[in-house]
């Protein structure tokens, strides 16, 4: 025999043990769906790099939000697929008040009051060139940006919209906006700042299912060097200093540091992005029939958690949420 003062196995004898001392838990309010919403009626389009997510026109959209609600998701992230005849150099269409955004959350009010609307304010799937801020000479201009996204943002609040989500990694961006939906009356429409995003690769699928990448170049002169840890507190810094209500690590996967660090810097809730490329890694993988979906899908949102999150936009919300309450 051993002699052994502490034998940690004692604990993780039976499951009601392993229960009593579990300190994290996934749970589906936690959870934000990301939704693509596209043009047309009756549509619903499978994304090829993401099985088991859809664009869908505004009537099938509602739909799927009511189901989300009744299976307890408190929040949807809402992405449209504009088409390229819309597009033009300044993303005018960011701010048209008739645009898909703009009715997409008037339906969704009036159909599901209770759920949380989050819009992104950024110019990529508006602009021609791809890029979240306005293009001149291969150069990405950033206050000339800044003024357009305080557009979107008022268009989306004026809509309904209840949280703006800049992910553009413009500067100063956080601010203006707040002082521009403050000015236009919208002081309760809070901002999640996508505080720490990096440039990269795993953002492809979300690309192709809005048509969205960039036609030139490359998005590293403002999304941040995925070399770069200490970089992203002092943009908590400063978003916290403008006046962001929460802060997001994006993607999360890769960067469950950051996580780390940003929830032991600041007070604000910090949210997590479990983007396309991860969902497309575990869904691509389960479909070979090399891992479990499913244990591996909560096993990654949970170090998710445990990294920090206090909130994880996922395209397997859905997914938990079906799971959990069978
Ligand atoms: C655009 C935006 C992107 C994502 C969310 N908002 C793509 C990008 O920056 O190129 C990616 C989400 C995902 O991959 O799931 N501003």
């Not at 919403?37 to 664009?55: A, C, F, K, T």
């Not at 009744?70 to 390229?84: C, D, Q, T």
């Not at 992104?120 to 791809?130: F, K, Q, R």
């Amino acid at each position: 025999m051993l002699d052994l003062s502490y034998r940690p196995r004692r604990l993780r004898r039976t499951p009601a043990l392993r229960n009593l001392v579990e300190e994290t838990q996934l749970r589906v309010s936690d959870l934000i769906y990301p939704l693509f919403v596209m043009e047309g009626d009756n549509q619903r389009q499978e994304i090829p790099s993401m099985p088991g997510s859809y664009r869908y026109s505004l009537d099938l959209l509602v739909e799927e939000v009511k189901t989300a609600v009744s299976l307890g998701i408190p929040a949807i992230a809402l992405f449209p697929a504009v088409p390229e005849t819309q597009k033009d150099r300044h993303g005018s269409e960011s701010f048209n008040p008739d645009g898909l955004i703009p009715q997409a959350l008037r339906a969704l009010k009036a159909a599901a009051p209770e759920i949380t609307l989050i819009t992104d304010v950024a110019l990529d799937p508006y602009n021609i060139d791809g890029h979240d801020g306005i293009v001149e000479d291969g150069v990405i201009l950033n206050d000339e940006t800044v003024e357009i996204l305080c557009q979107q943002a008022i268009t989306q609040a004026e809509a309904g919209s209840d949280i703006v989500a800049p992910s553009d990694m413009m500067d100063g961006r956080v601010g203006a906006i707040r002082e521009a939906l403050d000015d236009a009356g919208y002081t309760d429409v809070a901002i999640l700042a996508y505080t720490a995003k990096y440039a990269s690769a795993y953002y492809g699928p979300f690309r192709d299912a809005l048509g969205s990448a960039p036609k030139a170049g490359d998005k590293k002169t403002y999304q941040m060097n995925p070399a770069n840890a200490r970089e992203a507190l002092l943009e908590l810094e400063l978003d916290e200093a403008e006046g962001a209500d929460m802060v997001m690590v994006k993607p999360a996967l890769a960067y469950l540091d950051i996580i780390y660090r940003l929830k032991e810097a600041t007070n604000l809730p910090v949210a997590a992005y479990n983007v396309s490329g991860e969902y497309a890694m575990i869904k691509a993988a389960a479909e070979m029939g090399w891992i479990d979906g499913q244990k591996v899908m909560l096993e990654t949102l949970l170090g998710m958690k445990r990294a920090g999150a206090d909130m994880i936009l996922t395209y397997f919300a859905k997914e938990v949420a079906l799971l959990f309450k069978s």
